[in-house]
């Protein structure tokens, strides 16, 4: 699948408003470049975990973060789940 920054907007619009119902695979495809750049920041920012590994902790925390998203609570989904992507980059228990 090509990345497609309009239809990632779509889906986080459906996502904040409630109505999207994906899976665990979706959500990590489809979040897959954002996980990536934060990944670029924990190690430009020093973190000598290896590339893969942060990747698989942060679509942990990503799946996390998607689980516990309340989009009545009137946060916006991407600013969320960084908090649940670092935390599980760091190492670090939600």
């Not at 679509?59 to 599980?88: D, S």
């Given at each position: ?11 986080v ?70 908090w ?11």
């Amino acid at each position: 699948m090509i990345y497609n920054m309009n239809d990632n907007l779509d889906f986080v619009k459906s996502i904040e408003c409630g109505n999207a119902r994906v899976s665990d695979e979706q959500i990590k495809q489809q979040f897959r470049p954002f996980v990536e750049a934060v990944a670029r920041r924990q190690v430009r920012g020093g973190n000598p975990t290896p590339m893969d590994e942060l990747l698989a902790k942060g679509e942990t925390g990503l799946v996390e973060a998607w689980h516990r998203y309340n989009p009545k609570n009137g946060c916006k989904f991407l600013p969320y789940a960084v908090w649940f992507i670092r935390q599980a980059m760091e190492g670090k228990s939600y």
